[in-house]
């Protein structure tokens, strides 16, 4: 099979978690971050980010995760380790801002402004936000041959 036979990647639309209770799940996330609700079902929850979304469903069955996490994007982490430890996350240790929540699901979070990523500024305007990026990310996209 040759590269244009291939599908490609393109980004990812939605991360599901695993939790013990949709309630409890929504109130612990709620306790850090600042979202929107996307739509909620009896054992599922959809915590909306723009174009993308957490997908909360009921039932964890496997236990704490060690290296498997995905990494969270935020405008300004500055608060978000006081936060976490107030709503009962189980920080990790290491260089980066990596938690446990509640069921065990290991959450990274970084800052918009010091990462390749990049939401357009339709997303941007829709989800309120004016975000500026670092010159050390605006150098990491310039060098893939993507204009910031």
């Given amino acids: 099979m040759n590269e244009q036979t ?18 409890e799940a929504l109130e ?19 915590i ?8 909360l469903m009921e039932g964890r069955k496997q236990s704490t995760d060690d290296g498997r996490h995905f990494g969270l994007v935020v405008d300004d982490r500055s608060r978000v380790r ?7 996350a189980t920080m990790l240790e290491g260089s980066r801002m990596d938690f446990l929540d509640p069921w065990g699901n290991r959450i990274q ?18 989800m309120g936000l004016d975000l500026e990026k670092s010159e050390e ?12």
Avoid: C, W
Wanted: charged share 25%.
């Fill in 82 to 88: 006081e936060l976490a430890e107030a709503a009962g």
């Fill in 109 to 126: 979070v970084v800052e918009y402004r010091d990462l390749q990523f990049t939401k357009t500024p339709a997303v941007l305007k829709f």
């Fill in 48 to 55: 909306d980010m723009g174009d993308q979304f957490i997908a």
């Fill in 137 to 148: 990310a605006k150098a990491e996209l310039r060098k893939k041959g993507i204009e910031y």
């Fill in 28 to 46: 612990f996330y709620g306790r850090i971050f600042t979202f929107t609700l996307r739509g909620r079902g009896q054992h599922s929850a959809f």
């Fill in 6 to 23: 291939r599908p490609h990647l393109v980004g990812v639309n939605h991360i599901a978690l695993e939790v013990g209770s949709i309630d």
